[in-house]
């Protein structure tokens, strides 16, 4: 069973493959969305990830919550509905 992960405190800068091969080194990833403003189409810092199973998903949170990427300390935890 998939479990998503919410990523926080992205770089405005981020982008969908940095993510995609960063959570990659941890398991299979099924979907990567960053999310963007729906007026200016700017990022708004803060994303979602998919993985394939909850193990990879677990080992996502443990090596990438407070790393850095682009200068910002990442906020990674299980998305909540």
Do not use: Y
Request: no cysteine; charged share 20%; net charge negative.
């Amino acid at each position: 069973m998939s479990t998503k992960l919410f990523v926080g405190n992205l770089s405005f800068n981020a982008t969908q493959e940095q993510l995609q091969g960063l959570f990659g080194a941890h398991g299979t990833v099924i979907e990567v969305d960053v999310i963007k403003d729906k007026f200016t189409n700017r990022p708004r810092g803060f994303g979602f990830v998919t993985m394939d199973t909850q193990e990879a998903a677990e080992a996502a949170v443990q090596a990438l919550n407070g790393k850095e990427l682009e200068g910002r300390a990442l906020t990674v935890n299980v998305a909540r509905p």
